[in-house]
């Protein structure tokens, strides 16, 4: 609802107050309670406190999320608003406008994959849009059907104990449990799913031998996870085209990062592979396009990039950081041939938040507002804002 919109809804709710009053005042008047001047002075004061408290405030969104060809915003009202792809937004057709997700007023944290976005809620139950993975799998498992089941409003994931974060990936999704555990369900050709095989399931199937887990990402076929003391663990293959000849980790099992400690945020994305550490700085491995053959054989090596930041988020290709100094965002990766190498993003600064998609970014800024930008060579520019040039994003909440 538009600031407009509700400071309307307001007024008028004050104003059948005020008839109300008036009518109560007539009859106190009938009776001889009240006086005149006391009886409409006290409708007066009702009206301007009324008034007063019933101003409109606008609504501030606290995160975003960056799927593959779509994104979301979660708002402090609770309320979620998705735009790009038809499928993965659960609309009738693509759009750069953003529309309101219903049937989900209070979530509290979101995120973003290939096929669609999920929700937790203040229940920490989860609930998923665009492709229902669960459903999906668990109807080509019976044998009953095959192909993605598209949903358009949010479905409550089933199996899950209360959960506070989520993370969605290609065709898999993991979620961070309230007692610090990590559960996984979809599709596990890699063994991304950590259960130690191949098997999909429909069902979360929690990831054994982890504990005491702050921070979840999902990439293409693989899962990483941070825990309190700064440990990072991934499973299932950070190199999709070739299994046999990881980078550092191909395992069906969680398996330790070496030369990763202090990690606070671990986030993945088809080949690439970030932590932000304590220090606030960002250790990466895998494909990068900047990468020499050497440095993605010798495993993790530390990112060039600024080191006094405040949040980061690796896409498909591209990884992105917010300066401590300006909250200005630059990005490294690689876009087809294209090497991208701290390229700033234009008309951006005073950002707290991103998160990246295959081709595009977007940023919460500190008064609330979400931006976003598309890169050289996005395949979904018809969605998304000029290339390195920070725009906002119709339909969202002001």
Not at 107 to 133: E, H, M
Not at 323 to 337: F, W
Request: proline share 3%; charged share 20%.
């Amino acid at each position: 609802m538009s600031a407009a919109l509700r400071l309307r809804s307001h007024w008028t709710a004050c104003w059948k107050d005020a008839d109300r009053i008036a009518r109560d005042c007539k009859s106190d008047l009938v009776l001889g309670i009240m006086t005149v001047r006391s009886c409409y002075g006290a409708l007066f004061l009702m009206l301007v406190l009324v008034g007063f408290s019933n101003q409109a405030v606008a609504l501030k969104a606290k995160q975003v999320a960056a799927g593959t060809e779509h994104a979301c915003a979660l708002y402090d009202n609770g309320s979620v608003f998705c735009w790009g792809n038809e499928r993965s937004t659960g609309q009738a057709s693509s759009t750069k406008t953003a529309k309101r997700i219903p049937n989900l007023n209070n979530a509290v944290t979101i995120d973003s994959g290939q096929a669609g976005s999920c929700a937790v809620d203040t229940a920490g139950d989860v609930w998923c849009w665009g492709a229902d993975l669960q459903g999906t799998v668990e109807r080509e498992m019976s044998g009953s059907g095959s192909g993605a089941i598209w949903v358009s409003k949010p479905v409550k994931v089933k199996g899950l104990p209360p959960v506070k974060l989520v993370s969605v990936g290609y065709f898999h999704i993991c979620a961070l449990s309230k007692s610090s555990d990590v559960y996984c369900w979809g599709y596990n050709p890699a063994g991304e799913l950590g259960d130690g095989t191949s098997q999909h399931s429909h069902k979360p199937k929690k990831v054994k031998s982890l504990s005491d887990i702050v921070s979840i990402g999902t990439g293409i076929n693989n899962s990483c996870a941070a825990n309190k003391a700064g440990n990072v663990y991934c499973w299932g293959t950070d190199n999709q085209a070739n299994p046999s000849k990881p980078f550092v980790f191909s395992s069906k099992k969680p398996v330790r990062i070496r030369g990763v400690k202090r990690a606070k945020k671990a986030d993945n994305g088809r080949n690439n592979f970030c932590t932000m550490q304590h220090d606030n700085k960002v250790i990466c491995w895998g494909s990068f396009g900047y990468f020499t053959s050497k440095q993605r054989r010798s495993g993790v090596i530390k990112a060039d990039i600024i080191p006094d930041i405040t949040d980061m988020d690796v896409g498909l290709f591209l990884f992105c950081v917010i300066k401590r100094e300006n909250g200005s965002v630059v990005c490294d990766g690689q876009e087809a041939s294209i090497i991208i190498k701290n390229q700033g993003v234009r008309e951006l600064s005073n950002a707290v938040q991103i998160s990246i998609g295959l081709a595009f970014g977007c940023a919460i800024l500190q008064a609330g507002e979400v931006v976003c930008w598309r890169d050289q060579g996005a395949p979904i520019s018809e969605v998304f804002v000029e290339f390195a040039k920070a725009g906002k994003v119709p339909g969202l909440p002001e």
